[in-house]
């Protein structure tokens, strides 16, 4: 079984610039949830989505968005790109809302 | 009330030995405590969890040890190999919600 799939796998951006990242998540599985990885930091929750509606939201500014498409899958759009968005973005997808998570292998973004 | 406290952040460990990390919390709602390791480059990847009615949970070398009433949790790498070399998050969830992690503790463990 394939596990949660990113893309891009990395991506670099300007300053001011949007960006869309994608998530597949593992067959089945129901939820989708988006975290921030900053370098040296333990991940920040920035939303968690089941059955396509949004059902948590972490401290990030409204720049930031999200949606789950009827398979399942995920995009996170981040808008006006600021430096200190550079991060790896990870996702995250469960079986139901309160299972076990499993994390992809991340998208690292850089803003120059 | 939210955060949870890791230490140390980084760790050197010698073949063979045990490695231990540290975990505190606040709220006493959490009710699941998982580990995660992480390689660079990769996503963390689910190593072992406790929910709180439990004081220790065995797997393979990794042992969690919890304190419920001093609102602390632990891990222990036993016999650490190399290959265990990594960063190592703990985290607290409540229920569906989202799971909050340590910063984070960067093992080495020297051949």
């Known amino acids: 079984d394939a596990g949660v799939t990113q893309s891009p796998t990395h991506l670099i951006k300007t300053r001011g610039q949007q960006v869309t990242l994608r998530c597949s998540p593992i067959s089945g599985h129901k939820s989708v949830s988006w975290y921030q990885q900053v370098l040296g930091q333990g991940p920040q929750f920035i939303f968690q989505y089941y059955e396509k509606e949004e059902r948590g939201r972490g401290n990030f500014p409204d720049r930031f968005s999200a949606r789950q498409f009827p398979n399942y899958s995920s995009e996170l759009n981040v808008n006006a790109l600021l430096l200190g968005d550079s991060a790896l973005y990870l996702c995250?997808?469960?079986?139901?809302?309160?299972?076990?998570?499993?994390f992809g292998q991340g998208t690292r973004l850089t803003v120059v | 009330q939210q955060q949870v406290k890791q230490s140390p952040q980084s760790l050197i460990v010698q073949k063979g030995g045990i490695s231990i990390i540290n975990c505190a919390y606040e709220?006493?709602?959490?009710?699941?405590f998982p580990w995660y390791q992480q390689f660079p480059g990769k996503g963390p990847a689910l190593l072992i969890a406790?929910?709180?009615?439990?004081s220790e949970k065995k797997e393979g070398r990794f042992t969690i040890s919890f304190n419920k009433s001093a609102k602390q949790f632990s891990l222990h790498i036993m016999d650490s190999q190399p290959g265990d070399s990594a960063t190592y998050f703990c985290a607290a969830k409540t229920g569906g919600f989202k799971t909050i992690f340590g910063a984070g503790t960067r093992l080495f463990v020297k051949a």
């Open positions: 995250a997808s469960s079986f139901y809302i309160d299972t076990e998570a499993f």
């Open positions: 709220n006493t709602a959490f009710d699941y």
């Open positions: 406790i929910r709180p009615d439990v």
